[in-house]
């Protein structure tokens, strides 16, 4: 039996890695395998350049895009096969995985998937527009399930300084726990023994007011960010204390609010790409302004303008010093890796703002602290 592990060389490395096998030839599953891959990175020109092929023998071209994801879906873990459908239709560019009717009644979906619906809606007639919707429905749900459980969490009341019975991490008192057991330092370890952990309290009152108003830059290398904005403006929506707006913006301000409370219908409505004036979108965002002193200003961009830079930094300032919160984030999405232009985000920073990169938690929790104060 052959090992296992240099089939996968194998397969990773394609008529390449033949010498892994010592002669011997892929069994039946394995050679499915081979065929579904080289039909996918076979088209990679820039491993053709360096002179790596990948060839599989009984031709890649014998296969659909449908009989590609059929074979896939049997032959690959679940997990691979997304890797698969994403490099699919991000590296490669495949559309037909998201615009033919008979490869969508079938698809399983995914957020790769849900991207590339975003990125071609433009392209499919209405029967394959509503095929491709459900896929948008159905990864919204389960980013909306996880989401709105953070969201709750970060609004079910402000820390407060005194102590609090409920042992739980997000409560724990490091600072007090340090001082009431600093008797059990231990000089040999350096370490405090732990006895006695301590918690804060978490409180509710009432809330005054606030307005959240997240501008978000709809360009092609926002995709994420995008989806994200969607689904958090969604699950901050009728929360008690704040009122919130979503804002969509290239070159031209679209004001999606009145979509807010319907992610999936706001997200068919979104046309990515595009050029970028962010001072046009904070300027608008600006007008919507009720109350200075009871507003969060969220700006999530790559912040490379292709409008007024001077005036971008002028109404940011400007925000700041009339009370309001301006959070500046370069990416809001479960991975938040950011690629901004360095130079804008940090005059944005000398302006005030806050500037980094956030997960949707996370940016739940800093308008959480700062509206129920």
Excluded at 125 to 151: G, S
Excluded at 273 to 288: E, F, K, S, V
Excluded at 338 to 361: H, I, N, S
Aim: glycine share 8%.
């Amino acid at each position: 039996m052959t090992d296992p592990t240099l089939v996968r060389w194998r397969l990773l490395l394609g008529e390449a890695g033949g010498a892994c096998l010592g002669g011997g030839q892929l069994d039946e599953a394995a050679a499915g395998r081979d065929v579904a891959m080289d039909w996918l990175y076979g088209r990679d020109e820039e491993l053709r350049r360096r002179g790596v092929r990948r060839q599989a023998g009984s031709g890649p071209s014998n296969l659909t895009t449908f009989d590609w994801l059929d074979d896939i879906t049997r032959l690959f873990p679940k997990e691979t096969v997304e890797r698969l459908q994403r490099d699919a239709v991000e590296r490669y560019e495949i559309h037909d995985l998201v615009t033919d009717p008979d490869v969508l009644a079938r698809i399983e979906p995914n957020p790769a998937l849900l991207k590339a619906v975003l990125h071609t809606k433009h392209l499919m007639n209405p029967q394959v527009l509503r095929l491709a919707r459900r896929i948008v429905e159905q990864v919204v749900r389960q980013l909306m399930d996880k989401l709105a459980t953070e969201v709750r969490s970060a609004f079910s009341g402000t820390r407060a300084r005194r102590p609090g019975r409920l042992r739980q991490a997000r409560n724990f008192d490091m600072v007090r726990t340090l001082r009431a057991n600093l008797g059990r330092y231990q000089p040999d370890t350096g370490k405090v023994v732990i006895e006695t952990p301590l918690f804060f309290s978490r409180t509710r009152r009432h809330l005054e007011q606030w307005q959240v108003i997240l501008l978000v830059d709809q360009s092609g290398s926002m995709t994420d960010s995008v989806i994200h904005s969607a689904v958090t403006a969604a699950c901050l929506w009728g929360l008690p204390g704040v009122r919130t707006h979503l804002v969509a913006f290239d070159t031209d301000v679209v004001d999606l609010t009145s979509d807010v409370d319907d992610p999936v219908e706001l997200l068919m409505k979104v046309q990515l790409g595009g050029g970028t004036d962010i001072a046009r979108a904070a300027a608008y965002g600006a007008g919507l302004v009720d109350q200075p002193r009871r507003a969060v200003v969220v700006l999530i961009s790559d912040f490379y303008e292709g409008g007024d830079r001077h005036r971008l930094v002028r109404i940011v300032r400007d925000l700041v010093e009339q009370g309001s919160k301006v959070l500046g984030l370069a990416a809001l999405d479960e991975q938040a890796n950011p690629d901004y232009d360095r130079e804008l985000a940090q005059r944005l920073a000398d302006a005030g703002a806050y500037v980094g990169a956030m997960t949707p938690g996370e940016l739940a929790s800093f308008v959480a602290e700062h509206v129920g104060r």
